[in-house]
Nanobody, 118 residues
Framework: QVQLVESGGGLVQAGGSLTLSCAAS????????MGWFRQAPGKEREFVAD???????YYRESVKGRFTISRDNAKNTVYLQMSSLKPEDTADYYC????????????WGRGTQVTVSS
């Protein structure tokens, strides 16, 4: 069983920056692919970014060049650095872990809220 806890959300002006953190339990964190997802009010959850065990990354087109996902295996933590934020980035942000490296995320955090004002 893996527990994930997000932090770092808050209110920010458009064009500003914010960094989210996700702390994970377990001694096998370095073997998991990790992802960030978000869900805006009234909308479905959508993929934002992920990072593999070897450090490879992938982003949805709308956040490329603005968001950076990274991980610190020694701290069992994954980060999402966000800059040039837009009102459409407003959402609850969730981190998730892919235990078997097969694209299916087995564990999810409870989320942290990000609000970007115009």
């Amino acid at each position: 069983q893996v527990q994930l806890v997000e932090s770092g959300g808050g209110l920010v002006q458009a064009g500003g920056s914010l960094t989210l953190s996700c702390a994970a339990s377990g001694r096998t964190f370095s073997l998991y692919a990790m992802g960030w997802f978000r869900q805006a009010p009234g909308k479905e959850r959508e993929f934002v970014a992920d990072i593999g065990t070897g450090g490879s990354t992938y982003y949805r087109e709308s956040v490329k060049g603005r968001f950076t996902i990274s991980r610190d295996n020694a701290k069992n933590t994954v980060y999402l650095q966000m800059s040039s934020l837009k009102p459409e980035d407003t959402a609850d942000y969730y981190c998730a872990a892919d235990r078997d490296y097969n694209g299916k995320y087995n564990y999810w955090g409870r989320g942290t809220q990000v609000t970007v004002s115009s």
